[in-house]
């Protein structure tokens, strides 16, 4: 018997409920169909569906005329539930009539009584192997699912990293420079008259290093949290938290111009550096890439009634036409192996996304113009929507 065979090995591990309320055929049947399937029973249509209820049938096998409910009924009610549930009615000819019935409610075979071995294996491989298919299908589905789950995980990851190396770049350049000017001096022995003044050089150093490796343990939490949903927001002073920022980012021969307003807004103090730090060092990196007279970044911060308007503007030449469209977007650089094309592509998603404002950027006055727009405290951004963070 080869269909036997064939039948045994696509069944294999499949779990099905007979319905059958005479003993003696139930036995008969049990006998039959455990060659190919491992077998639960019910002796009418309520015990059935209380044991569908909590097991899962590849198969359901049911007789018609039952006490308390019958087979017409128990399918109706599990085709309704789960229409996928494969059902296979045991008909004798007495049930010639409900048989269009059986047929509109999608019963998946109809078994003619008596059953015989050979009737059983052509009227059931069909099914079972359709349940096979499904059950393939679905595995491979699934496999798919976990790789890309597994595949967006790393390119997160991988996205992370590369922040986390953007953030610590300058913050790395302040210690090491700050270390240097020190050994520098010492070599040149600018101390050996006046030894007082290497401890203030040093304790001057100290504090300065001491305030980027704060900025990088800070950055790492904050990028801890970054794909989080939830983050506190805190009320902060714009001028206070950019003056902060200059401070942080050694601008050589450049020169920074400051007009700041006092305005507090209620967000993501960290983030909205990690912004500000950004747009200084392209600047920079700006300036420093041309050959200009007098390097300046001006940084301005203004409000309305509803919000701050931040403009950070340079003079080193303007964005290139070619790249104004793809600024904001992942991995966008003109730098080659310099740059990683995250900077503004992360400031964007700050600025609009966390902190429910705008960044834009236009060319003026010969350079590039990156302003901020952020709902003043009270306005759109308060303590009551604190989950806006997503
Ligand atoms: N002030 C500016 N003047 C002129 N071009 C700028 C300025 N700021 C940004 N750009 C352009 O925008 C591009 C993208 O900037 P972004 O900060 O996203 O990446 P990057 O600076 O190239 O690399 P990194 O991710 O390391 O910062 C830059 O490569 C540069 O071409
Ligand atoms: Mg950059």
Not at 34 to 53: C, M, P, R
Not at 292 to 313: P, W
């Amino acid at each position: 018997m080869k269909k036997a065979q064939s039948l045994r090995d696509l069944s294999k591990g499949m779990k099905v409920l007979l319905v059958e309320d005479e003993k003696r055929i139930l036995e008969a049947y049990v006998e039959l169909m455990s060659e190919f399937f491992e077998v639960d029973t019910a002796t009418n249509g309520v015990e059935a569906l209380n044991k569908i209820d909590t097991n899962n049938y590849e198969i359901i096998f049911t007789d018609i005329n039952m006490p308390k409910m019958n087979g017409i009924e128990l399918c109706e009610l599990v085709k309704h539930n789960n229409p996928n549930q494969k059902v296979i009615v045991i008909t004798a000819y007495s049930d010639k009539d409900n048989i269009i019935k059986l047929l509109e409610l999608n019963v998946d075979k109809l078994l003619q009584k008596p059953v015989r071995e050979d009737m059983f294996i052509y009227a059931v491989y069909d099914v079972v192997s359709a349940v096979y298919t499904q059950r393939k299908m679905e595995n491979t589905l699934k496999f798919q699912e976990k790789a890309l789950v597994e595949s967006a995980k790393l390119a997160q990851m991988g996205e992370m990293l590369s922040m986390i190396a953007h953030q610590w770049r300058q913050p790395l350049t302040t210690i090491s420079m700050v270390l240097n000017t020190v050994k520098v001096k010492i070599d040149l022995q600018k101390y050996s008259d006046n030894p007082s003044l290497l401890e203030n050089d040093f304790i001057e150093a100290q504090e300065k290093a001491e305030e980027s490796i704060n900025y990088l343990s800070e950055t790492i939490e904050d990028f801890r949290n970054f794909f989080k949903k939830d983050k506190t927001k805190k009320t902060f002073n714009i001028a206070d938290s950019i003056r902060t920022c200059v401070g942080m980012i050694p601008l050589d021969n450049i020169e920074v111009k400051l007009d700041l307003q006092d305005h507090e807004i209620f967000s993501f103090k960290r983030e909205f550096q990690q912004v500000i730090i950004n747009i200084i060092a392209n600047a920079k990196e700006q300036l420093s890439s041309i050959d200009m007279v007098k390097g300046v970044i001006n940084i301005t911060s203004s409000a309305d009634d509803e919000k701050v308007i931040i403009e950070i503007c340079d003079n080193g030449g303007g964005i290139p036409d070619y790249a104004i469209k793809p600024l904001f977007k992942p991995y966008f650089s003109t730098k080659g192996k310099n740059g990683t094309g995250l900077g503004l592509y992360m400031s964007k998603t700050i600025i609009d996304t966390h902190m429910n404002g705008l960044l834009t950027a236009t060319n003026k006055n010969n350079g590039a113009c990156f302003t901020i727009e952020l709902p003043l405290k009270n306005k759109g951004n308060t303590p009551s929507n604190l989950t806006s963070f997503n």
